[in-house]
């Protein structure tokens, strides 16, 4: 094999509890006037009116827009840019879940290269760098924060869509697990499934051949010896816990650990990128108005099954970095048993078992198949090749519960 690796990171990267405190010096340095982009909830909360207040006395003024919409439906954007281009923002800061950080990142793109944000959507359509951004997480989730891509809910599109592009990569990311604290249990579940499955999917996505212009042609180019660094140690992180973060909202190491494996996740899948459990997850969202983090949770062990012939290795290290023993078993059972592993944590914290659970009906199965097909920039990603077929009898399994049909066609191979 030969060794190759990228990352695309922030600037600055800082994690760590308290972390909050360092936005003030770290924005003094990039502007005069920022936009705040967060929601509703954080708005009325006075940890956020403390650190927005840290801001003027270095010498920044700032506005904060606090109507972001979980999801983020497009229009909500429109009056975020509309909000920063009447201050004259030349700084964007995010603040929120992932939600709040995606608006931030399209709000910094359109305030320095104008138009919509449909005349981005794809990979590489951003022209140029976008005004600075800060970007400060407060769920263990998306990974937003280091992450090039942005995803919204556009009313013309039938599924959600991303924003593909190393210059939306934020300038400077704070991460402070003190701002998870707040975080519901169900919250906690569903962001911390989706920064699992982040990890696990860049780390059994596609290694493609790395030719001297790779890192060109894919914003999401596939597993690499940086990403898979980030993560398994992302998948430590946060096997040892999630579950505990859920159960005791006030467990500060769990809380601290789950937040540094979230980043970790969104470092590894920031250039290698995610696949099959994020594209199904798209159309799910779209019909069912789940959560995005519950969707592709209840997804990922199908696709694990669906995959682990491309991936047996890759799926046992997982097991390894999990902390499970799986001395004396054969390749086949060790990527079994993480299997096993990853629906029973999931399961342990509530995440529904099928797609039915998130209320797919029967008639919706070929209509899912088709449009998780429609996400190219996933579905090329994925470790499998996978056809229309083929997509119909993963999606199949995951409405019928149905992982031992995928493992039994495994064994026959
Ligand atoms: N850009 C990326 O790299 C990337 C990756 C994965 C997902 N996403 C996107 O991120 C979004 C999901 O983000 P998310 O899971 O962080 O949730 P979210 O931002 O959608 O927020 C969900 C809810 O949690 C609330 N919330 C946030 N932080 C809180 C806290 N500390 N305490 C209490 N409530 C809090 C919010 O107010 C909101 O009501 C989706 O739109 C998804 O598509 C982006
Ligand atoms: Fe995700």
Redesign the pocket.
């Known amino acids: 094999m030969t060794l190759f690796g990228t990352l695309r990171t922030p600037r600055n990267l800082v994690f760590g509890a308290g972390q909050r405190h360092a936005l003030a010096g770290y924005a003094a340095a990039l502007g005069r006037s920022a936009l705040v982009v967060t929601?509703?909830?954080?708005a009325a909360?006075p940890e956020f009116t403390d650190i927005v207040d840290s801001l003027g006395p270095v010498g920044l003024e700032a506005i904060v827009f606090a109507e972001?919409i979980?999801?983020?439906p497009v229009e909500c954007i429109d009056k975020a840019v509309e909000a920063g281009r009447a201050h004259g923002a030349d700084l964007v800061i995010g603040i929120?879940?992932?939600?709040?950080?995606?608006a931030a990142?399209i709000a910094a793109l359109l305030l320095a290269h104008g138009g919509k944000a449909s005349d981005y959507y794809g990979e590489f359509k951003v022209p140029g760098p976008v005004l600075p951004l800060i970007l400060m997480?407060?769920?263990s989730?998306?990974?937003?924060e280091?992450?090039?891509?942005?995803?919204?809910?556009d009313p013309d599109r039938a599924v959600?869509v991303?924003i593909a592009s190393p210059h939306?990569i934020s300038h400077t990311a704070i991460c402070d697990p003190d701002?998870?604290?707040?975080?519901?249990r169900g919250?906690t579940a569903?962001?911390g499934a989706?920064a699992l499955t982040?990890a696990i999917e860049a780390f059994t996505t596609l290694r493609r051949q790395p030719t001297g212009t790779i890192v060109h042609e894919h914003v999401f180019l596939g597993k690499n010896a940086l990403s898979d660094h980030y993560a398994l140690l992302a998948i430590s992180h946060i096997a040892s816990s999630l579950k505990r973060a859920c159960d005791d909202g006030n467990d500060i190491e769990a809380r601290e650990r789950l937040m540094f494996g979230a980043m970790a996740a969104?470092l590894a899948?920031?250039t290698a990128g995610?696949a099959a459990a994020?594209a199904v997850q798209y159309p799910i969202?779209a019909m069912t108005h789940t959560?995005?983090?519950a969707g592709?949770a209840v997804m990922m062990p199908y696709v694990m099954e669906f995959n682990r012939h491309h991936c047996e290795a890759e799926l046992a290290e997982i097991g390894r970095a999990m902390g499970l023993d799986l001395s004396g078993m054969t390749t086949f059972e060790q990527a079994s048993a993480t299997i096993d592993a990853v629906d029973d944590l999931f399961e342990s914290i509530g995440i529904p078992r099928t797609i039915a659970d998130l209320g797919i009906t029967a008639a919706q199965l070929p209509l899912v198949a088709e449009q998780a097909m429609g996400s190219v920039r996933l579905i090329k990603n994925n470790p499998r090749p996978i056809e229309l077929e083929t997509m119909a009898i993963l999606v199949k399994a995951a409405f019928a519960n149905d992982r031992a049909s995928l493992r039994a066609a495994a064994t026959q191979r």
């Open positions: 929601d509703a909830r954080l909360d972001t979980a999801e983020l929120g879940g992932g939600s709040c950080l995606d990142k997480p407060t769920t989730g998306t990974g937003s280091v992450t090039p891509v942005a995803v919204v809910t959600k991303g939306l701002l998870t604290r707040t975080c519901p919250l569903v962001s989706d982040h969104g899948f920031g995610t994020h969202g959560p995005h983090g592709v």
